[in-house]
């Protein structure tokens, strides 16, 4: 009876630092939110001149008709899902339409058009430490590494069926290579030549750099963590001698990254709204 109550007072100190590491990515998004305050309150102080102006009206009508592809995309999942699963795709619906959703957010970052002002000669380009944080920006790609490891570990074993494998496997994988090559455009472009018009490169190269990374990493934290619970719920199921540790890892991990998803879509939507300037500095 003694180890009984031990084994159950470790699986609950367990659960709970497993799921530090979620709350500490929500607390890392909420910090973002500083850099995105200041990034948008040097813009509204700033005078941009007619190109930046023109670069900012051109940026957000490109943002939102992309975005709007990610609908479309979106109910081609709910058919997909429908030919795939049939009755079952109902509970599918949802998760189809907001990948779409997220999906459309990536193409519309990585296809954003080059500004069209004057290039800082010799060239000048940023560092990545000053468009986000790198620990999000790793934590991303780790979240992408470890979902498709699961994924694919479980789908070797046979406890996934072939089209949730691929599904599990190629979407966080394509989410992550349209993140990566927006944030290298991102990275790469040389500064404007006009003093007033780089605040407004930074903002647009910081809104682009947070809205590629969290929509990432929701479609990685989703299904990391659905995949977890079905690995822990699996493993409990197994007969083993002593305490098993390991399905309350599972599970309490898997609850860890649904919530920290769900966070992090719910920072998402802060970085929606595109960049803009209302010209402080001329009102007053």
Same mark, same amino acid.
């Given at each position: 009876?003694?180890?009984?109550?031990?084994?159950?007072?470790?699986?609950?100190?367990?659960?709970? *630092?497993? /799921? @530090?590491? #979620?709350? &500490? $990515?929500?607390?890392?998004?909420? !910090?973002?939110?500083?850099?995105?305050? =200041? +990034?948008?309150?040097?813009?509204?102080?700033?005078?941009?001149?007619?190109?930046?102006?023109?670069?900012?009206?051109?940026?957000?009508?490109?943002?939102?008709?992309?975005?709007?592809?990610?609908?479309?995309?979106?109910?081609?999942?709910?058919?997909?899902?429908?030919?795939?699963?049939?009755?079952?795709?109902?509970?599918?619906?949802?998760?189809?339409?907001?990948?779409?959703?997220?999906?459309?957010?990536?193409?519309?970052?990585?296809?954003?058009?080059?500004?069209?002002?004057?290039?800082?000669?010799?060239?000048?380009?940023?560092?990545?430490?000053?468009?986000?944080?790198?620990?999000?920006?790793?934590?991303?790609?780790?979240?992408?590494? *470890?979902? /498709? @490891?699961? #994924?694919? &570990? $479980?789908?070797?074993?046979?406890? !996934?069926?072939?089209?949730?494998?691929? =599904? +599990?496997?190629?979407?966080?994988?394509?989410?992550?290579?349209?993140?990566?090559?927006?944030?290298?455009?991102?990275?790469?472009?040389?500064?404007?030549?006009?003093?007033?018009?780089?605040?407004?490169?930074?903002?647009?190269?910081?809104?682009?750099?947070?809205?590629?990374?969290?929509?990432?990493?929701?479609?990685?934290?989703?299904?990391?963590?659905?995949?977890?619970?079905?690995?822990?719920?699996?493993?409990?199921?197994?007969?083993?001698?002593?305490?098993?540790?390991?399905?309350?890892?599972?599970?309490?991990?898997?609850?860890?990254?649904?919530?920290?998803?769900?966070?992090?879509?719910?920072?998402?939507?802060?970085?929606?709204?595109?960049?803009?300037?209302?010209?402080?500095? &001329?009102?007053?």
């Amino acid at each position: 009876m003694h180890t009984w109550s031990v084994g159950r007072l470790i699986a609950v100190v367990l659960f709970i *630092a497993v /799921l @530090v590491p #979620g709350v &500490l $990515l929500s607390r890392a998004w909420w !910090l973002a939110a500083n850099r995105r305050a =200041v +990034a948008s309150a040097a813009v509204d102080f700033a005078t941009p001149t007619d190109a930046g102006t023109a670069v900012l009206r051109r940026q957000a009508q490109h943002g939102r008709r992309v975005r709007r592809l990610g609908w479309l995309l979106g109910l081609i999942g709910i058919v997909v899902s429908v030919v795939l699963f049939a009755e079952a795709s109902v509970f599918l619906w949802l998760p189809a339409l907001v990948v779409g959703l997220l999906v459309g957010v990536l193409l519309a970052e990585v296809t954003r058009p080059r500004p069209r002002w004057e290039l800082a000669s010799p060239a000048r380009r940023p560092r990545r430490g000053e468009q986000v944080s790198p620990w999000l920006l790793w934590t991303m790609r780790a979240v992408v590494v *470890a979902e /498709l @490891v699961t #994924g694919a &570990l $479980l789908w070797s074993s046979d406890h !996934l069926d072939d089209a949730v494998g691929w =599904v +599990a496997v190629v979407v966080p994988l394509v989410a992550w290579l349209l993140a990566e090559g927006a944030l290298l455009r991102a990275l790469v472009r040389p500064l404007p030549a006009e003093g007033a018009d780089v605040p407004v490169d930074e903002a647009l190269r910081t809104w682009t750099a947070h809205l590629v990374i969290a929509a990432t990493s929701v479609l990685a934290l989703l299904p990391l963590g659905t995949l977890l619970l079905v690995a822990g719920i699996e493993r409990g199921d197994v007969v083993t001698p002593g305490f098993d540790l390991l399905p309350v890892a599972l599970v309490a991990g898997g609850f860890s990254a649904l919530a920290a998803g769900i966070a992090v879509a719910g920072f998402l939507l802060t970085w929606l709204r595109p960049v803009r300037s209302s010209q402080r500095a &001329l009102a007053g």
